[in-house]
């Protein structure tokens, strides 16, 4: 792992990460390159009775989701068993085997063996899942990791992309473009298994695992797995509930283009590239908001963005006046459409700054010998959590409502879940409070020394007014167990948070024994749990006493930390007596 911390850009220019990033973006690309050229051959050119063009994507996306949930729990144990740079070589021949026989789907305009492929291709990208996520940590350290994943999700969403438009264009050339689809399928499969060749190694981390071929009982086991650390189990929720949330909007752009902005195929595909790009530009920019750290603290600004702009392409979008359908030069021109693409582009802006972080976290939080068979969880939840959405929105469209209602209802929904989940896991509120407070109010700037970046440590200061409480969180990217006065959590809002995330109530030996008593020992447990604990009181004698009783009971590096109020405002960070 490198010793300097560049631009996530320079990872492209690193073996470790380089060619890895090639490779998952030349599946990714055509995987859609695949789908998508099917979808329009069986749109306009098979005319089956037993898969209409109107339920052709339906079939296509359900048969391609199939192995994920099917499985998933046997590919995390293969990423954990063998090496990863092994296992991506081999999915890539098995890549180019499925895209052969595709080739010959294409050229015979034979559904069944296209069908199959699309099983196939499933399959290949269920395997290379857990390889693509779990690779990250082993070769990427922290301050990288949500750089590293950035990329990952943008270049994912680009493949995409590309791989949809390559697929549209390819199969519009008359005549030859079910062979010109089959050559290039099969091209990008090759031009994969080659650059996977210079993926360097991932040893395994744990080679004596025995692989159960079960994939119902090892489904339950993976899910079970992940529930051991509670917060990975809830970023694996967050994640699935992102992958539900954009199939609400990806899988309507098509009819959402002609029956309500009146565009014609072109706009459809405009509609996808703004996604893309907004997912995209989201995901690079979590390196910067989160100044090279795994940064929780950005999850809700990405709910919120995702739930506002939702809401808000309702309203930009439900009274449109009736047209003939438009071409894309003709829609782009109206004002009346801009602020439809501008919500898209937040919408998908906002939805990659909410999925990096959590990412991120879910590698950095499990356990090696088990992280690939943790991210096949992952996979298992986002298939079923997109169909629970499919049927959802199929649902609401078969009550009557349109699309655009669909649209302000995924956002109401999003907002419901995602305010549940800041109720019960206060962590990520308070971090995000405490990045605006800081950076945008305050402008916080940082002297001295920084909070280790793991294990346990005791910040002691006195304890800033007001909002300025949250100053010390906002000096590093991990959470902060406060001690604080007992009167300061007693009122409501910041308050009341600081006590749902678990904040000790401090007071003076004097006045209450026994909560005192309590309160050192609370704090001595989150210290020897590894936890970064502040202690932040006003009592400058009964701090000091605190912090010595603390520490002979655990051990730990001590910060003294002092503040200087004011915009911008200084938190100095120095070494303190243990």
Excluded at 393 to 414: E, K, Q, R
Excluded at 492 to 517: F, I, K, S, T
Aim: with cysteine.
């Amino acid at each position: 792992m490198s010793g300097g911390h560049p631009n996530q850009f320079a990872l492209l220019a690193q073996r470790r990460f380089a060619p890895f990033f090639a490779v998952q973006f030349l599946g990714a690309g055509n995987d859609n390159l695949f789908k998508f050229a099917f979808t329009v051959m069986a749109t306009y050119e098979l005319q089956l009775h037993w898969m209409p063009p109107s339920l052709a994507g339906l079939v296509i996306g359900a048969v391609f989701i199939l192995p994920f949930v099917l499985f998933s729990a046997t590919a995390g144990q293969l990423a954990d068993k063998y090496d990863k740079a092994l296992l991506a070589r081999w999915v890539k021949s098995l890549e180019i085997a499925i895209m052969a026989a595709a080739g010959w789907g294409f050229v015979r305009a034979d559904a069944v063996v296209l069908l199959a492929c699309v099983f196939g291709m499933g399959l290949h990208s269920t395997l290379f899942g857990p390889v693509k996520y779990a690779y990250l940590p082993q070769h990427l350290d922290e301050r990288e990791l949500t750089g590293g994943n950035g990329l990952v999700e943008m270049g994912t969403f680009v493949a995409i992309l590309l791989g949809n438009l390559a697929g549209g264009l390819l199969m519009a050339v008359p005549e030859a473009g079910a062979r010109l689809v089959a050559v290039a399928c099969l091209g990008v499969a090759m031009l994969g298994r080659l650059v996977a060749q210079a993926v360097p190694r991932s040893p395994a981390p744990q080679p004596d695992l025995v692989i159960n071929w079960n994939p119902f009982s090892e489904t339950w086991r993976n899910l079970r797995l992940s529930r051991e650390d509670p917060v990975v189990f809830r970023s694996l929720l967050g994640i699935s509930w992102m992958w539900a949330f954009g199939a609400v909007f990806l899988s309507q752009f098509p009819a959402f283009a002609k029956d309500v902005l009146h565009g014609d195929e072109q706009v459809a595909s405009l509609l996808l590239v703004l996604f893309s790009v907004g997912v995209g530009v989201g995901a690079l920019l979590c390196e910067t908001l989160s100044r090279r750290h795994v940064e929780i603290g950005l999850v809700p600004l990405g709910a919120a963005g995702m739930s506002v702009f939702a809401v808000d392409l309702y309203f930009a979008a439900h009274a449109l006046p009736a047209s003939a359908l438009m071409p894309v030069a003709a829609f782009v021109a109206q004002p009346a459409h801009w602020r439809v693409m501008a919500d898209l582009v937040l919408l998908a802006l906002a939805a990659g700054v909410y999925s990096v972080p959590m990412y991120a976290l879910i590698q950095l939080r499990s356990p090696a010998t088990h992280r690939a068979r943790i991210i096949a969880a992952n996979n298992i939840l986002n298939a079923l959590f997109m169909i629970a959405s499919a049927l959802g929105a199929g649902a609401l469209l078969g009550a009557g409502l349109s699309i655009p209602g669909v649209f302000l209802v995924a956002g109401v929904v999003n907002a419901v879940v995602a305010g549940a989940v800041f109720w019960f896991v206060p962590e990520y509120l308070l971090r995000c409070l405490a990045l605006l407070h800081g950076r945008l109010l305050r402008r916080l700037r940082v002297a001295g020394l920084q909070p280790p970046a793991d294990g346990a440590a005791l910040l002691v200061g006195a304890a800033p007014g007001g909002a300025d409480l949250l100053l010390p969180a906002a000096a590093g990217p991990r959470p902060l167990r406060w001690v604080v006065d007992r009167q300061r959590l007693a009122g409501p809002g910041l308050g009341a948070l600081l006590r749902r995330a678990g904040a000790v109530a401090w007071v003076p030996a004097h006045e209450d024994a026994a909560a005192h008593a309590e309160a050192v020992d609370r704090a001595a447990q989150a210290l020897a749990a590894g936890e970064l604990v502040g202690l932040f009181v006003a009592d400058e004698a009964g701090r000091a006493a605190t912090q010595a009783a603390l520490v002979a009971r655990q051990p730990v590096p001590v910060l003294s930390v002092g503040f200087v109020p004011g915009r911008p405002a200084l938190l100095s960070l120095e070494a303190g007596p243990g």
